[in-house]
């Protein structure tokens, strides 16, 4: 009987085989924490894991994962969500993660195969701490939403296919005497950045 399991470590287990969200998840009601990368799933994420109504930090890389982001408008309380090197999860960041403004303070979408622009409802997160969104295939502008970020200290859009200039309230943070914002990176060729403190991949890796 784990129906009051709070902390959920698959991760690294060397299993192969779709998720089995009902007979899995459905009854996990309490579930917080749940680690489940470096596993070969193979398949999107089942409903049933994402409307956990406690599941607050939620870690799956390197998971062979498909499908899409929409699995995130249904997550009511999610904190951290860190879904990266999964290279068949595609599509757009959906508009619905605007709503996560009250939870969401730590976002993870790195080498994935997400596609369209940084919607603009991402400046919803006003709780917003890291968000790193590098490696995939990303086009437009960097919304200019993003200035209501009052406490990120980590961001990192490099290696995407964006243009334009990073948004000024951004900059206001990597103030060396007043700013909070420790880490920007961007493709400085493409995206003016007159703040950054890395311009490309392999340099913002190291």
């Not at 493709?187 to 991949?201: F, G, K």
Request: with cysteine; net charge negative; glycine share 8%.
């Amino acid at each position: 009987n784990l129906t009051n399991l709070v902390v959920l470590d698959i991760s690294y287990t060397y299993f192969y085989g779709p998720i089995r969200g009902p007979e899995v998840f459905a009854n996990l009601q309490k579930l917080q924490i749940l680690e489940m990368g470096g596993n070969e799933y193979n398949q999107e994420i089942p409903d049933e894991l994402a409307r956990l109504p406690e599941l607050s930090n939620f870690y799956c890389d390197n998971a062979g994962l498909t499908g899409s982001l929409d699995f995130i408008g249904l997550m009511p309380v999610i904190f951290e969500l860190w879904i990266d090197v999964n290279p068949d999860l595609g599509g757009s960041i959906p508009r619905s993660i605007g709503d996560k403004f009250a939870t969401l303070e730590s976002l993870s979408l790195t080498e994935n195969g997400l596609t369209g622009r940084i919607p603009t409802e991402i400046g919803n997160l006003r709780y917003m701490q890291a968000m790193w969104l590098y490696d995939n295939f990303l086009t437009g502008t960097i919304p200019s939403s993003i200035d209501q970020f009052e406490y990120m200290y980590e961001f990192d859009v490099s290696n995407n296919q964006l243009q334009g200039i990073i948004p000024n309230g951004i900059c206001g943070l990597a103030d060396e005497n007043f700013g909070i914002l420790e880490y920007l990176c961007v493709d400085c060729e493409e995206v003016r950045c007159c703040c950054c403190t890395c311009c490309t991949t392999s340099t913002c890796r190291n």
